[in-house]
C-alpha cells in the first residue's frame, strides 16, 4: 500500500462523518462548509452521482479511490495546459477557487502566521467536529508537509487540496 493510499483512506474516513463505510452528499458538503468552502447544492450532488458507480448517492472507499485517481489526472493535464498558457497571460484577479482556498488555510492557520502547525490542524480539526488520531495526525503532516520544516504553508496547503 503506497502512502498516496494511506493518505486517501483518511481522508475517506473524515468524510465518512458515521463511519458507515460510505460518503453522501451531506457529508461531503458538511465537511466543505466547515473549511469555509461554499459549494452550491447541485454541484455538490452533481460530484457525488459521478462518483458513486451504483448511483445510490452514496460514494464508497474503492470509489472515492478512483473518483480521486480521476481528479489527480485531470489536474496533472490541466496544469501542464495552464504551465503553457501562463507565458502568455497572467490573471490580475484572484478566481473563486483561489479566494475559497485562502479562507480555508485561514481556518487551519490560528495565529495569521502563514503555517498551519502541527498544534493548529489538530485544533482546526477538532473545531470542525474531525478530531485525529496523533497516527492520522502524523500521516497527514507526512503528505502536506513537503518540506518537511514541520509546518503546511499555503502552497503546501494548495497541493494537498488541488
Known sequence: MSNDDIYLRTAFD???????GRVTANELQFMLKNLGINVRDEIINDLIREASHSGNG??????FLQ???RIQALRDEQ??????????SKPDELDDVTQDLIAAFRVFDRDGNGFITRDELQTAMEMIGEPLTETQLTQLLAIADLDQDGRIDYEEFTKLLL
Open 14 to 20: 473524515l468524510l465518512d462523518r458515521n463511519r458507515d
Open 58 to 63: 452514496l460514494i464508497n472507499e474503492a470509489e
Open 67 to 69: 473518483w480521486v485517481g
Open 79 to 88: 496544469h501542464q495546459q495552464q504551465q503553457q498558457e501562463e507565458n502568455a
